[in-house]
């Protein structure tokens, strides 16, 4: 079941949909757990939410290997746009 989006979660889900992007890497080694921006977003970033929705079903995740590293990228999916739109009518 999914959560009601916080604050901050909005503010990645416009973001994304804005067109930048967030990279994890998902790979064994000494980045495990970093996250990449395409650029830095305009407001406070924190991991745990990037992590909530995904688990909570608004982000997709594909998987890529960038010099062997497998990182995962991260982009809004339907429900995600369709929370979107409806809190901003």
Same mark, same amino acid.
């Given at each position: 079941? !999914?959560? &009601?989006? *916080?604050?901050?979660q909005i503010n990645y889900l416009q973001w994304i949909k804005e067109g930048h992007s967030i990279h994890f890497?998902?790979?064994? !080694?000494?980045? #495990?757990?970093e996250m990449v921006y395409s650029m830095p977003p305009p407001f406070k970033t924190?991991? @745990?939410?990037? #992590?909530?929705? #995904? @688990?909570?079903?608004?982000?997709?995740? *594909?998987? &890529?290997y960038f010099y062997g590293? @497998?990182?995962?990228? #991260? !982009?809004?999916?339907p429900m995600g746009l369709d929370f979107l739109e409806n809190i901003h009518g």
């Open positions: 079941m !999914s959560h &009601k989006p *916080t604050p901050t890497c998902t790979e064994v !080694s000494n980045q #495990l757990g924190n991991h @745990r939410a990037i #992590l909530n929705l #995904l @688990r909570d079903g608004y982000l997709n995740l *594909t998987e &890529k590293i @497998r990182w995962a990228i #991260l !982009s809004i999916n």
